[in-house]
């Protein structure tokens, strides 16, 4: 669910003008903007190639955003488009109608939404964008409360959010439902810790695919408290070709620094792993997924040598 925002490239004699390079698109306010989920492209490349060469751009500000904008360019309209989630937070919204506010300036343009609706830079603050956030909001409620589901996963800049029924009735039952949501949401993705990236491998003789996290000595990890194929995933592998998950525990001998100093020390069922970890040692951060505070080397080592008992 979203909703999508359209800014007329400015048009020149034969044409249009040249389309914004990533770096000129993330300068048009008086903040600094960020994308997200570029992968391992070079930043250098990334900020001096057109908007037009990617997709989409998820772009946000670290100190406000939840979920941020997606920003991408067609070509064949000439169009800017500017897409926000639903629901998205009060922030992400101000910050993505002061974008497309921008974007109307610089390029003298009405500004056009998938609901037919024309605004202008003069008027698109009055965008009730309120009411998106709030059917958004219902919609997650109505899944988990008619059994459909038990949660209900939505993604943000830095990590997903997972919802249950426990936090549905926190946000619907509060004085401001759209603040505590976009509450939530924020704090998920500013919390300070490393989200671990799940990988898959097949075994090559019996073909058994195994899913696979780390966590690395000292560093506050977010994990799944069970895991499952997360949604960028799922064209790679589905949760049934999944035959176990475990854990692989990385230490560090040396410099923090120098990547030869991380060595895999062992690996262990992911389940046990999760039944072994002190209380102490973790907290839900949402209905999935947990804060897994550092683990020293002993404690680390203390964790196999219990796998091999």
């Known amino acids: 669910m979203s909703i999508s925002f359209y800014v007329k490239n400015k048009k020149k004699f ?16 008086d903040k600094e903007l960020y994308t997200y989920n570029t992968g391992n492209v070079d930043i250098n490349d990334l900020l001096l190639s057109p908007v037009s060469n990617y997709q989409c751009l998820l772009i946000g500000d670290d100190k406000e955003s939840s979920r941020g904008f ?10 800017y488009i500017v897409r926000i989630f639903t629901p998205s937070s009060r922030e992400d919204w101000l910050l993505a109608l002061e974008y497309i506010k921008a974007l109307a300036k610089e390029f003298d343009s009405e500004i056009l939404n998938e609901r037919g609706e024309v605004y202008t830079a003069g008027n698109i603050d009055k965008f009730d964008y309120e009411s998106d956030i ?3 909001i219902k919609v997650i409620t109505e899944n988990i409360k008619s059994g459909e589901s038990d949660t209900y996963v939505i993604f943000g800049t830095t990590r997903p959010v997972s919802f249950n029924e426990e936090m549905v009735d926190e946000i619907n039952n509060s004085n401001n439902p759209i603040d505590t949501f976009s509450r939530i949401v924020r704090n998920i993705q500013n919390l300070d810790a490393y989200s671990a990236n799940q990988r898959f491998y097949k075994n090559d003789e019996d073909e058994r695919i195994m899913g696979a996290y780390s966590l690395t000595e000292n560093v506050r990890t977010i994990l799944p408290y069970k895991p499952s194929v997360e949604f960028h ?3 790679i592998v589905k949760n049934d070709d999944i035959a176990f998950w475990n854990i692989g525990f990385v230490t560090i001998n040396g410099d923090e620094n120098d990547p030869n100093s991380y060595q895999v020390i062992g690996q262990l069922d992911y389940n046990d792993f999760i039944k072994k970890l002190p209380k102490d040692k973790y907290r839900f ?17 203390g964790f196999l040598e219990i796998s091999v008992n």
């Open 285 to 301: 951060i949402d209905a999935s997924y947990i804060l897994v505070e550092p683990l020293s080397k002993e404690e680390i080592l």
């Open 134 to 136: 709030l059917y958004g």
């Open 14 to 29: 034969l044409g249009y003008k040249a389309v914004l390079n990533v770096e000129t698109a993330l300068s048009l306010l």
């Open 70 to 79: 997606e920003l991408s360019y067609d070509t064949q309209y000439n169009n």
């Open 233 to 235: 995933n799922l064209d």
